[in-house]
């Protein structure tokens, strides 16, 4: 008796699972789903960029993948990212739930979080501030130069020896973030930037890889002990790292003379005090990881590509630098309101975004009523992710699409212009423009 039962509820959990993944009427073409695990046996985990092209070229510029019993849409080239970002913004400006980072975040994080009223009052209030203390004025000039004399002197430092860029950029890059968040800036040998980081980079190879994929998609393996149990440490580990920074900066603060944004707000709370807002302690350290993980990873990675492809194009740095010898003419360093100046520099940076493509598939969006694209349904819940890799080497968009080459981003009387496919889709991206430039144009 036993027997039967037990294979009559697995070909009942069959049928369920098999449900689950059927596509609903005119939806999204992609590859047949399977119970429990969905497409991911026909993606590889590690690296699915190439299976997406490949599904791409199958099924056209807008298809799904099942991850676990979830359909996911993905959008591919310039018009259908538009269509649905900016014709139909508002159809898909939700955001869905990322259960591994939401769950180890307690729910408290907002750059991920869902389009409503906490992110809206978070947004403007990190706009406002971040506009105060420093986002395209002086103060965030003066920090990013500061920070990269100490950039200068560890490359001095490892003449003749091991030197690792993809550390120190992010080192600058996380010092930067911690001046506006903090006040404070740290060695690169210093204990907490050195445990930070780690976390940061450690976390990010998780998110980006198959770990959170299966996290996400299949419930019963969420309490094994497997990789993905580390990010919960990370996260708690920078968690209480960020808390006592507060309460050590709480100890000297004056409110209402705010010194960095964490003082912002701190005064913020106090003005609203009990008014039900979603202001809070145990927010503003999540905020505080939020922006700090946000700022710190596309910087330096874009920083590091930059590095590396000047590297190994001479012609192009030597061109760089008669650009910077002319625009200096006495003066110690170049400032950010020289880029005007200086179209060859700009087109450099913008080609260096370009093929870094440090977000190659944006930050996932979700579609917060039933509603069409491209002809197909996408029903109300459904998460979407834009593929901005097959808009930053899109064929009839870019002159040397698949190559580095700043002339993408000159017209033909060398001056510098901006492609509309150019689509960073980044929350950071001026903060991020303007340590390129700094970067790539330091002190002679």
């Known amino acids: 008796m036993l027997v039967p039962l037990v294979l009559l509820w697995l070909c009942l959990c069959f049928i369920f699972f098999q449900l689950k993944t059927r596509r609903p009427k005119n939806f999204p073409p992609g590859p047949t789903g399977l119970p429990l695990v969905g497409s991911l046996l026909s993606l590889n985990l590690e690296n699915p960029l190439q299976d997406f092209d490949r599904l791409r070229r199958t099924h056209g510029n807008v298809f799904s993948v099942y991850f676990g019993s979830e359909p996911v849409v993905f959008l591919n080239g310039m018009q259908t990212i538009k269509e649905a970002l900016v014709t139909k913004a508002a159809d898909f400006s939700g955001r869905p739930q990322d259960k591994l980072f939401n769950i180890a975040t307690g729910n408290k994080g907002v750059i991920l979080s869902d389009y409503g009223p906490s992110w809206k009052e978070h947004r403007r209030f990190a706009l406002m501030t971040l506009r105060n203390f420093g986002l395209g004025k002086k103060s965030m000039e003066e920090r990013i130069l500061g920070e990269i004399q100490y950039t200068i002197k560890t490359v001095e430092n490892s003449i003749g020896k091991l030197l690792s860029p993809q550390v120190m950029f992010h080192n600058a890059a996380s010092n930067i973030i911690c001046q506006v968040l903090f006040g404070t800036r740290y060695d690169y040998d210093d204990e907490l930037i050195r445990v930070i980081v780690n976390?940061?980079?450690?976390?990010?190879?998780?998110?980006?890889?198959?770990?959170?994929?299966?996290?996400?998609?299949?419930?019963?393996?969420?309490?094994?002990?497997l990789p993905f149990q580390k990010a919960f440490e990370n996260i708690k580990t920078c968690e209480n790292i960020t808390l006592r920074l507060i309460n050590e900066h709480k100890k000297t603060r004056v409110p209402g003379q705010p010194r960095h944004f964490v003082d912002c707000y701190l005064d913020e709370l106090d003005k609203r005090g009990n008014d039900g807002s979603s202001f809070s302690e145990d927010r503003l350290v999540m905020y505080a990881l939020d922006l700090h993980v946000a700022g710190t990873d596309t910087t330096s990675n874009t920083l590091l590509t930059g590095f590396l492809y000047l590297s190994t194009h001479p012609h192009i740095q030597e061109r760089c630098q008669q650009e910077i010898d002319q625009?200096?003419?006495?003066?110690?360093?170049?400032?950010?309101?020289?880029?005007?100046?200086?179209?060859?520099?700009?087109?450099?940076?913008?080609?260096?975004?370009?093929?870094?493509?440090?977000?190659?598939?944006?930050?996932?969006?979700?579609?917060?009523?039933?509603?069409?694209?491209k002809g197909y349904f996408i029903p109300r819940g459904t998460m979407i992710i834009p593929n901005l890799t097959t808009v930053m080497n899109e064929e009839g968009q870019w002159k040397f699409p698949n190559e580095f080459n700043p002339e993408n981003f000159l017209n033909d009387q060398g001056e510098f212009v901006k492609p509309e496919a150019f689509m960073p889709f980044s929350a950071d991206w001026k903060r991020s423009r303007m340590k390129c430039n700094l970067y790539t144009t330091p002190p002679p």
């Not at 006495?330 to 309101?337: F, I, N, R, T």
């Not at 940076?349 to 917060?368: D, G, K, M």
Request: aromatic share 6%; glycine share 2%; net charge negative.
């Open 199 to 225: 976390c940061f980079t450690e976390n990010l190879k998780i998110a980006n890889g198959p770990w959170q994929t299966l996290y996400d998609s299949i419930p019963m393996i969420r309490n094994l002990p």
């Open 327 to 373: 625009v200096l003419e006495g003066k110690d360093c170049v400032s950010y309101d020289d880029r005007n100046n200086m179209p060859y520099m700009q087109a450099v940076i913008h080609e260096v975004q370009r093929v870094s493509n440090t977000v190659p598939l944006s930050v996932p969006h979700c579609a917060i009523r039933d509603t069409e694209l």
